[in-house]
């Protein structure tokens, strides 16, 4: 049976500067036993090796092919619709660095686009810059269009797409995100493990991104409750996970680890 994984990261498999109690042995199994698999992450501040050497010193044993983000979604994305083309970012190194690998250049009039991406530092000065871009005809592009990103401690910062309603309200023009839950991301890396629609699982803690993302596509979902989501926010929702556990340490029981891989969500028109 091939079945393949797609996973968040932050509230799935760590907090902070910690592994979540099971994932560790949760992902050692999968190389195991031979079930490729993903993480995805709506941060693009980090290129996928920034990223891999810090889940390397979480323990995590992985490589820079098993990390996929929204800015490398981003990029090879931009990089079909108009190759080689300009871009004023709003981001940090790993957007900037994937842009320049998918042949953009980064410039500060007359882009082609207008790239929003994670950022710890974003200047007021940039922003008026963006929002002129914008309004001469820039496209406006968000790598991701979560409002808010955890930090530790209970505490969150500003997310991505904080920003960019930020820059929509002001120009009136619409943003088109890559990142979760768009359908961008999440066909890019699926066709990045080799898999079908039937024979992908999703992971993840966020019912907006994650689970969202992951049904749209058809792919089994599987929301931990380890991070953002919790079991009384279920209520809240019109679409429900496949799956909901406690962490992914419950999917190193075998029943519920082979109950999830024998899901089948292929969507079919019923006879009539």
Partial sequence: MKKGFLIDMDGVIYHGKHPIPGAVEFINKLRREGYPFMFLTNNSQ???????????????EVTDEDIFTCGMATARYLATKKPHGTA???????LLNELHQAGYSIVD????????GEGRTILLESVDKAINMVMKGAKLIATNLDPNCPVGNGSYRAGCGAFVAMLEFATGKKAFSVGK???????????????????????????????????????????????????????????????????????LDDE??????????EYETPEV
């Fill in 46 to 60: 980090r290129t996928s090796r920034d990223v891999c050497y810090r889940l390397k010193t979480l323990g995590f």
């Fill in 181 to 251: 839950p768009s359908p961008v991301m999440m066909r890019m890396a699926r066709k990045a493990l080799g898999l079908t629609t039937d024979e992908t699982i999703m992971i993840g803690d966020t019912m907006s991104t994650d689970i969202l993302g992951g049904g749209s596509m058809g792919f089994t979902t599987v929301l931990t409750l380890s991070g953002v989501t919790k079991e009384e926010d279920l209520v809240q929702f019109a679409y429900a996970p496949d799956f909901t556990i406690r962490s992914v340490a419950d999917l």
């Fill in 88 to 94: 004023f970012v709003i981001g940090e190194g790993g």
């Fill in 256 to 265: 519920l680890f082979d109950s999830i891989l024998k899901k089948q969500n």
């Fill in 109 to 116: 009039e007359n882009p082609d686009y207008v790239i929003i």
